[in-house]
């Protein structure tokens, strides 16, 4: 899956390159890909304030995104950035329905009481990006320990 995913970021960075005007952009544009979304994140050049450049080139990106929505089937999200801030406009939000246990449900339930979340849906959010913000150490914990599972292992799904 992640050989796939490379690959079709690789061809996304290619295609919009080249469609792309080069008096908007400071350098290599950035592509992060899912099942449903890609997003494109533009480094401005000096001439553009994220503001001012959503709103001037709104038009030409649409067209943009609409060719790339029909070649390769995923919704276009934008963003920018510029002297180190990132900025996205509208993104894809997915919904993912999972069974949970009682104690996952408790777990969520504690966020809420203790006021991290609204509600359980806002619970699993927080959860996500508190992954998010381990990522790179638990993440690659996980790729590890994958790596070194015995190969009929590598298949099936961890238990917690």
């Not at 960075?13 to 950035?30: K, V």
């Not at 067209?63 to 894809?92: H, N, P």
């Amino acid at each position: 899956m992640t050989q796939d995913v490379d690959e079709l970021r690789s061809r996304l960075t290619a295609w919009f390159s080249e469609r792309l005007p080069s008096d908007w952009l400071a350098g290599p544009i950035e592509v992060d890909v899912d099942r449903e979304e890609a997003l494109v994140v533009l480094p401005l050049a000096k001439a553009y304030d994220a503001g001012g450049f959503r709103d001037a080139t709104r038009g030409e990106r649409m067209k943009v995104a609409q060719q790339a929505e029909e070649t390769f089937g995923l919704k276009i999200s934008w963003g920018t950035s510029k002297d180190g801030r990132r900025q996205l406009y509208t993104t894809v939000r997915s919904p993912v329905a999972v069974p949970l246990a009682m104690r996952e449900r408790q777990i969520l339930d504690s966020l809420v009481a203790a006021g991290v979340a609204t509600d359980r849906t806002e619970a699993v959010a927080w959860c996500i990006r508190l992954v998010g913000h381990h990522e790179s150490d638990w993440l690659q914990d996980l790729r590890d320990a994958v790596a070194a599972a015995p190969p009929g292992r590598r298949d099936r799904p961890v238990a917690i």
